[in-house]
């Protein structure tokens, strides 16, 4: 999910150790009035995607996200009850998934080293607002040439191909 340790202990108002232990691969028992904090924290926090302002921030959500794919951490929508369901198997090392946090401040303007399918997903964003492939390019920090060839790639035509084609279209009616 991308949201680094010392935000999660600052949330539940622990020391960044108790909550390493806590998030460790060991057993620990917490007490009733932590377990519901976390419960809290987890309800509040599963489907919202840590947008960062800094680099520093950008760095740390990064560096989760690392950690939980280092250590094949699934997410909460593998589970359909996290207290009842034997454990769900581990993030398949095959699978493409692209990192959603990454792609949304990539969007932003913000300089980012994006893969190749999320460098795709970026550009798919950004032709939906009509943008131009220079102006991606300026917002991803690539050349619009890279632009076009992803636009191609995926079947998504320039503004300027749109344009001309409607107005090709009104000529034809005319």
Known sequence: MGWPTHWIAG???LSLSATNE???DGEINVSSDLAR???QLFVDSWN???LPATKSQIEDVLSAKRKAKRNRWVGPLHWDDIDTDVTPP???RD???FDESAVAIAC???EMKLTAKERSEAVRRLSETSLTSKEIATLLHTSDRTVCRIRAKLGIPTAR???LVERRSQLQEA
């Open 95 to 97: 699978v493409i998934v």
């Open 22 to 24: 806590i998030l460790g």
């Open 161 to 163: 191909q749109t344009e």
């Open 90 to 92: 581990a993030a398949s």
């Open 108 to 110: 932003t303007g913000i």
């Open 48 to 50: 919202v995607l840590p």
């Open 11 to 13: 949330e539940l108002a």
């Open 37 to 39: 904090r976390i419960e």
